[in-house]
T-cell receptor, first 115, second 115 residues
Framework: GAVVSQHPSRVICKSGTSVKIECRSL??????MFWYRQFPKQSLMLMAT?????????EQGVEKDKFLINHASLTLSTLTVTSAHPEDSSFYIC???????????FGQGTRLTVV | AQSVTQPDIHITVSEGASLELRCNYS??????LFWYVQSPGQGLQLLLK??????LVQGIKGFEAEFKRSQSSFNLRKPSVHWSDAAEYFC?????????????FGSGTRLSIRP
């Protein structure tokens, strides 16, 4: 099946720094990718829809200046957490719809810890 | 508004016992329905999906789910659980169907297995 690769799997950064997370579709093209945030023992909350070649669409309550999304190619979307704070610590997961849109494929997730 | 409800936050069953995880959705039409499983610190794996046709769908790892339109439900079942089934389970719906379709997740049910 289709594969979505997310990198890094784990990152620790200092408060005030920025962190970039990459999401790649390895064997299919994805014009749209999705970014989710998951707090411990909670469900996945959609943060934004990443659109290749255009601006991302953010869900209500998500700061677009805080979470910068770039989708420069059909196989790569990046999420940059800017000026990170401890409250940004979370598990971030990306996904892309493959198989002609019949199935969502998820990355392995990135555990971000801001100290 | 569209929503997915998983009423059981945590379920514990004995190894070898049967399992049923509940899922109800609220949507004007029949959505596309999914069950995903997530092991700790990992991404999501698709167990099964329902688009149309036979309301009883078979998935991987011995799981099945039944779509009941009259009850707006899509409950997940397994006749005999194994210790390796301990994980978080998410019911999800997709609204519309394209590469840009969003997934809405339920809150999840944590499954523990009693030896």
């Amino acid at each position: 099946g289709a594969v979505v690769s997310q990198h890094p799997s784990r990152v620790i950064c200092k408060s005030g720094t920025s962190v970039k997370i990459e999401c790649r579709s390895l064997d299919f093209q994805a014009t749209t990718m999705f970014w989710y945030r998951q707090f411990p023992k909670q469900s996945l909350m959609l943060m934004a829809t990443s659109n290749e070649g255009s601006k991302a669409t953010y869900e209500q309550g998500v700061e677009k200046d805080k979470f910068l999304i770039n989708h420069a190619s059909l196989t790569l979307s990046t999420l940059t957490v800017t000026s990170a704070h401890p409250e940004d610590s979370s598990f971030y997961i990306c996904s892309a719809n493959g198989g002609g849109g019949t199935e969502a494929f998820f990355g392995q997730g990135t555990r971000l810890t801001v100290v | 508004a569209q929503s997915v409800t998983q009423p059981d936050i945590h379920i514990t069953v004995s190894e070898g016992a049967s399992l049923e995880l509940r899922c109800n959705y609220s949507y004007g039409a029949t959505p596309y329905l999914f069950w995903y499983v997530q092991s700790p610190g990992q991404g999501l794996q698709l167990l099964l999906k329902y688009f149309s046709g036979d309301t009883l769908v078979q998935g991987i790892k011995g799981f099945e789910a039944e779509f009941k339109r009259s009850q707006s439900s899509f409950n997940l079942r397994k006749p005999s659980v194994h210790w390796s089934d301990a994980a978080e389970y998410f019911c999800a719906v997709v609204l519309g169907y394209s590469s840009a379709s969003k997934i809405i997740f339920g809150s999840g049910t944590r499954l523990s297995i009693r030896p």
